[in-house]
């Protein structure tokens, strides 16, 4: 078992791009060996070191290694970008792209994640306690698929665009939904537990399930009726109709 | 005294290339053919006389040379950790070029103005792709064409007279008459004022009408409810019949849709609404660019870079992400340490928020003319006016790339030159 | 500046050389018979030595190409490579940015490309491209299939017009040769329609595909245009095209070659060798068009071979490109341009298992392999509609090693076996044959090698390309992988004389030049054409004729080549 401390050893305001913050990369090494991982703030070449005070508990294989970071990440970017195994565990917020890519291992938010988190991801598990931003779990810019597998929860509220060209896994928020939650949903599933607007446009496989309020509902689905999800009942319909879609949405009724 | 004719106009995204110029002692004396927008353009106003310079932006500019401007410029730059080049709409692809190769040696953020106005149909065309035509195919042959979310009549006067309206073309030599014009906005404009067919929609509601419009179309107008958006059912049942029978269809679109409610995804929708009317009969759309060469900046930076603007450099490589990487996004973030505002107004156009940030931070302003971006520059760099001082390319909006005619001689440096010269003394600085 | 390549084993078709061991002497850009001893030299140690590869269809500049860039962001974040001293960043894989196309040409010891269709209107905006794409040489096609003069003339039967109309759109577009697309089709796009065949009549202008063609050709020769004309047939896209592309071919027997070349090119035949009636019965006719090759003299064509993985499909075919768009539930880029022709994009990944994509993959080594002279058959994947060009290495391997083509078959859908003949063909190209397809026979039809392309003859371009390969020593079936290492990266690519790149680096980025055909045709019939033109304009075009031509200043290192009704072939620098 590995564990290794980060804390950040200053105020930071231009974003670091951070996806060499993960258990594989930080794996079997020394203190001193993940101090000298190279990272970049804007376009100057830094350290992890410079960055961070590191202190390291032990050895271990990535699913051996946990990475604890207690303070402000807000400007660290790509948080275990792409992990495979392992945890990272942020008590504080992060920047965007937490988790991006992941395809394995346990990523805890304690605060907000920025947009993005969750981007393209395959497989594992990321927990946001705090809120999350634009595009939670959607994908890159023209790519087909954005989340493929793995899970995401986020305990607060996420903003719009949510599992925007899902093509798997699961996305529970807790909270409030943005705009558009679930738009060209390709297969994943998404649990709203509080409000949201317009889900489920272009879906065309799928399930979200709605279990506040639906702030205008897209004209493009067929009501199939009520129906029962894990005891509970829904107002169900099917679509997106224009794209003969067999994406199902339930709404509280 | 000269007269330039088929010179081109520096304003909108029309890039009318009619205009006829006269020209005495240096001076435009009369313009022919523009409207007046573009006329007073022509003629030009408030310009920057001289290289500036000040340190605390609370006190005056220091008139100074273009060399110590230029070096103070790069100095400024050269320095920076996540610098931000923006503007670009009123340069030339010439000073584009050099302009993405200045962000390369700085790796910095390049960004235009687009990100203020139809960036966001090039997050749609992204998702979606992009159903379109030069202006000329709608001329001689539209029969339906729709204005959303925008007003030519203000913003782009010349366009239905030569374009979308009023012309008459080889299949369309009954020209007005024998055009359907649809007007979709959320209040009566000038423009809906000479409408065949003026829809009211409620604000924000675009996208749940376009989406009603598509599964009408796609035969499931059983699931469109009585009203959508403000939108009676029966009046969308009544467009989406007119739309499935025009034989050349033109959907013209602006901001009204790129900037309200759902943002891109409105645009994004309309490309699917236009892609499937093509089941029916042909049908394209375009955005109504408002700065005349925009468009241009989104031609050479994709080719440069492959990516549209918004392109970071921080890495060497280019990286493109609007949400995260544009102008805005970053100034709202407070990550920018140094700006240069080139060709297009950042202090008139971007939000309060994003203006006051760039009032904490040095500022380098290269641009023709005074205006609000000049109050929070600590460098002013005055530029010759592309179009009218100096020669070059611009893309129109439907594409077309043009050579921009020289009318009268500058006094002052092209962008371009300027440019070079930043570019060279950064390298010089930075020791490479 | 002079330069010696010793020990090298020469592949020149031209000039009849099959990997002797020469010596090659370069001096001041161009290949000479000796240089003074002591001058810098380079050991290829009995390596294969060519000259700089030629691609005579290649979709790299314009406005196509970057509709295709802005439709797919997320093919430009593929293949990203940062800038170096030497080089400005790299993006995308089938849709690269202007410097990646010419540092992975000239990684693969391409020195000359040609952009396969432009619109006279947008013309500019490939020259854009064209001047920042580095060290290549490289020209650009013309659309005239679909432009409305075009189908005046040909429906007036006025040849002279026609001709002068050619000459004047080359000049406007500093084009380099005639490009016809689905002739006609162009045109009824326009209004969402196609033609369906070759004798179909195109509404309003009452002419048919195939008097557009047969009298493109006409004038082609007329001009005596270095390049014939080079088709994109009709119905295109759609099982059973392979009668339409014959009865295409077949139309070139009207014509005589004004040279020693095809008076027809055939482009991309891996879109339109489709037998079948349908996507359900859908099988290669390749072998029907190999047979008509093989046995008539005055058309070539290229392979346009399908690369399993991404591709972005774009033509000036917009119909096809609306059904494919359709079929595929794809993203569509549509860019009609008035009076002149359509065009589309549309990505597209082509899959093993899928039998329509296995066939496609066969179509085009079959169309090579069962056709007896490789100057007929050019080595292109229609970049990047069949496949990005930096997949020529694999489809060399392909060419060479029959033992590669069957370890492939393995992976593909049955319907490879059943639809298609590549199971069982064996012949495998040697080292001439791929030499002919990349260079002396893409130079030939092209009709550069009289301007120093595609051979290594004395007063040639010293534009030579050395690979890691000993021909005497390398088993090319067996050791197909070395083949395609060894032809993806060059281990010298010489431009003009200068190295431009080494083992997969680039060393240096000159600024290459275009080639242009400036064709004459007598001065009346130019007045007499323009007053056509000159309504055109006033009554129909959105821009003025002023501001039409593409201006010197989008052409800086032209190389202009002399043609036209009566006149010498010539070449000015
Ligand atoms: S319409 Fe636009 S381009 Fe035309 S003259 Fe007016 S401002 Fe200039
Ligand atoms: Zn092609």
Redesign the pocket.
């Known amino acids: 078992m590995q564990e290794v401390l980060l804390k950040p050893g200053m105020e930071i305001r231009i974003s670091v791009e951070a996806e060499n913050i993960s258990p594989d990369k930080f794996s079997n090494k020394t203190a001193e060996e993940i101090k000298s991982i190279g990272i970049r703030m804007g376009n100057h070449k830094t350290t992890v070191g410079e960055l961070f005070s590191v202190k390291v508990n032990g050895s271990g294989t990535p699913e051996d290694t946990k990475i604890v970071m207690e303070g402000d990440f807000s400007r660290i970017k790509r948080i275990g970008e792409g992990m495979t195994a392992g945890t990272i565990l942020i008590k504080g917020n992060v920047d965007m792209h937490v988790g991006a890519r992941m395809v394995g291992g346990r990523i805890t938010v304690t605060g907000n994640a920025d947009s993005w988190a969750g981007r393209e991801m395959k497989g594992g598990e990321l927990v946001i306690e705090g809120n999350a931003g634009y595009y939670l779990g959607a994908g890159y810019r023209g790519e087909a698929c954005g989340m493929r597998g793995g899970k995401i929860t986020v305990m607060g509220n996420a903003l719009d665009f949510v599992g925007e060209h899902m093509c798997g896994g699961e996305i529970i928020i807790k909270g409030n939904a943005g705009i558009l939650p679930g738009i060209s949903n390709n297969g994943g599933k998404i649990v709203i537990g509080g409000n949201t607007a317009r889900p489920g446009s272009e879906m065309t496989k799928g399930t979200i399930i709605v279990n506040g309020s639906v702030d205008e509902m897209m004209p493009v689905f067929k009501p199939e009726g009520a129906e029962d999800v894990d005891g509970v009942s829904y107002m169900k319909y099917t679509g997106d109709v224009i794209l003969n879609g067999k994406g199902v949405l339930y709404v509280r009724e | 005294m000269t007269v330039i004719t088929d010179a081109l106009c520096p304003f909108c995204g029309c890039l009318c290339d009619d205009i006829s110029v006269v020209v005495e002692d240096n001076k435009i004396v009369d313009v022919k053919n523009a409207c007046k927008i573009g006329a007073s353009k022509i003629r030009g106003h408030h310009r920057i006389k001289s290289p500036m310079i000040r340190d605390d932006k609370n006190s005056d500019f220091k008139e100074v040379s273009y060399d110590e401007a230029i070096d103070k410029a790069a100095q400024i730059l050269a320095g920076s950790k996540r610098a931000l080049l923006y503007g670009w709409a009123s340069a030339l692809c010439e000073a584009h070029k050099k302009g993405i190769l200045l962000a390369e040696e700085l790796g910095a953020v390049i960004d235009n103005t687009a990100t203020v106005c139809h960036a966001p149909s090039a997050l749609a065309i992204h998702e979606k792709g992009v159903p379109t035509a030069t202006l000329g195919q709608i001329k001689n042959r539209a029969d339906v064409v729709i204005f959303w979310g925008c007003n030519p009549v203000h913003s782009h006067p010349r366009h239905m007279g030569r374009y979308s309206v009023f012309p008459r073309g080889f299949f369309s030599g009954k020209g007005r008459r024998g055009r359907k014009i649809i007007v979709v906005d959320v209040r009566k404009t000038n423009t809906a004022g000479i409408a065949d067919e003026y829809v009211e929609i409620q604000q924000g509601s675009d996208y749940l009408i376009i989406s009603a419009l598509r599964a009408i179309l796609s035969g499931h107008e059983d699931v469109v409810p009585e009203s959508v958006g403000g939108v009676a059912r029966k009046d969308l049942l009544r467009i989406a019949a007119i739309l499935k029978e025009a034989k050349f269809g033109t959907l013209f679109f602006g901001m009204g849709l790129t900037q309200s409610k759902s943002r891109y995804k409105n645009i994004d929708n309309a490309i699917s609404l236009v892609t499937e009317l093509n089941s029916f009969n042909k049908f394209i759309m375009m955005p109504m660019r408002g700065h005349y060469n925009v468009t241009g900046f989104g031609q050479v930076c994709t080719w440069e870079t492959g990516f549209a603007t918004a392109v970071d450099f921080s890495s060497g490589a280019p990286y493109y992400n609007p949400g995260e990487t544009a102008a805005n996004d970053l100034l709202y973030r407070k990550e920018v340490d140094a700006a240069m505002i080139i060709a297009g107004d950042a202090g008139a156009h971007f939000p309060a928020n994003s203006v006051r940030e760039l009032a904490k931070i040095p500022v380098v302003q290269v641009d023709p003319y005074w205006n609000p971006t000049t109050e929070v520059a600590n460098v002013v760099i005055p530029s010759a006016i592309s179009g009218v001082e100096l020669e070059g390319t611009a893309y129109r909006m439907d594409g077309v790339s043009l050579r921009m005619r020289k009318m009268i001689e500058p006094e002052h440096l092209a962008d371009e030159e300027i440019l070079d010269r930043l570019i060279a003394r950064v390298r010089e600085i930075r020791g490479e | 500046m002079e330069l010696l390549i010793k020990n090298a084993a020469v592949y020149d078709p031209v000039n009849g050389i099959k990997g002797d061991r020469t010596d090659v002497s370069i001096k001041d850009g161009k290949i000479v018979d000796k240089v003074s001893s002591g001058c810098t030299g380079i050991d290829a140690g009995g390596r294969l030595v060519m000259a700089g590869g030629v691609d005579a269809?290649s979709?790299i500049a314009g406005s196509k190409v970057n509709v295709g860039r802005l439709m797919r962001p997320e093919d430009s974040r593929a293949g990203i490579k940062p800038r170096t001293k030497t080089t400005r960043p790299c993006t995308g894989y089938t849709v690269p940015n202007v410097y990646a196309m010419g540092y992975r040409y000239a990684n693969m010891g391409y020195t000359t490309v040609f952009e396969?269709?432009q619109a006279i209107m947008k013309a500019r905006h490939t020259h854009e491209e064209l001047e920042e794409i580095p060290i290549i040489d490289k020209g650009a096609l013309t659309l005239f299939g679909s432009n409305w003069p075009t189908m005046d003339f040909v429906r007036e039967n006025d040849m002279d017009k026609l001709a002068a109309y050619v000459s004047w759109g080359l000049l406007a577009s500093r084009g380099f040769g005639i490009k016809v697309v689905n002739p006609g089709g162009g045109e009824m796009w326009g209004f969402g329609k196609n033609v369906t065949g070759l004798d179909d009549v195109v509404p309003e202008f009452e002419v048919t595909p195939s008097q557009i063609i047969t009298s493109l050709m006409k004038v082609n020769e007329m001009l005596g245009l270095p390049h014939s004309v080079h088709l994109?047939c009709n119905n295109l896209g759609k099982p059973g095209n392979y009668t339409t592309t014959l009865e295409s071919m077949k139309l070139a027997k009207q014509v005589k070659a004004g040279k020693d070349r095809q008076v027809m090119h055939v482009?991309?035949l891996t879109f339109n060798a489709w037998g079948g009636t349908n996507w359900g019965d859908f099988e290669s006719r390749a072998d029907e068009i190999a047979k008509y090759l093989n046995n008539n003299d005055n058309v070539t064509t290229d392979m346009?071979q399908l690369i399993f993985g991404n591709a972005t499909t774009m033509?000036a075919d917009g119909p096809v490109q609306y059904a494919n768009a359709k079929l595929l539930h794809a993203k569509w880029g549509n860019g009609d341009v008035e009076l002149e022709d359509s065009s589309g994009v549309v990505p597209i990944t082509y899959v093993k298992q899928i039998s329509i994509h296995a066939i496609m993959w066969a179509i085009g080594l079959e169309l090579a392999l069962l056709t007896d002279d490789p100057y007929k058959v050019l080595l292109t994947t229609?970049h990047p509609?069949g496949g990005p060009f930096v997949n020529y290495p694999e489809v060399i391997a392909l060419l060479m090693s029959n033992r590669k083509r069957q370890e492939e078959i393995a992976t593909l859908h049955k319907a490879v076996h059943s639809q298609t003949k590549i199971p069982g063909i064996d012949r495998e190209l040697d080292f001439n044959d791929i030499a002919i397809m990349t260079r002396a026979g893409t130079s030939k039809v092209l009709g550069l090698l009289e301007h120093g392309k595609g051979h290594l003859g004395i007063g040639a371009d010293a534009d030579i390309s050395i690979y890691d390969i000993k021909p005497d020593e390398i088993d090319p079936s067996a050791e197909h992988s070395k083949i395609k290492s060894a032809f993806s990266s060059a281990a010298y690519t010489i431009k003009g004389g200068e190295i431009v790149a080494r083992d997969g680096e680039i060393t240096a980025t000159p600024a290459g030049r275009t080639f242009w055909v400036d064709a004459k045709v007598p001065q009346s019939h130019t007045d007499e054409m323009m007053k056509d033109i000159r309504a055109k304009f006033k009554n129909y075009y959105s821009i003025n004729l002023a501001n039409y031509m593409v201006q010197d200043a989008y052409v800086t290192h032209q190389n202009v080549i002399k043609a036209g009704v009566g006149t010498a072939a010539s070449e000015v620098d």
């Open positions: 269809h979709h396969a269709a994109h482009t991309h346009g033509t229609d509609n």
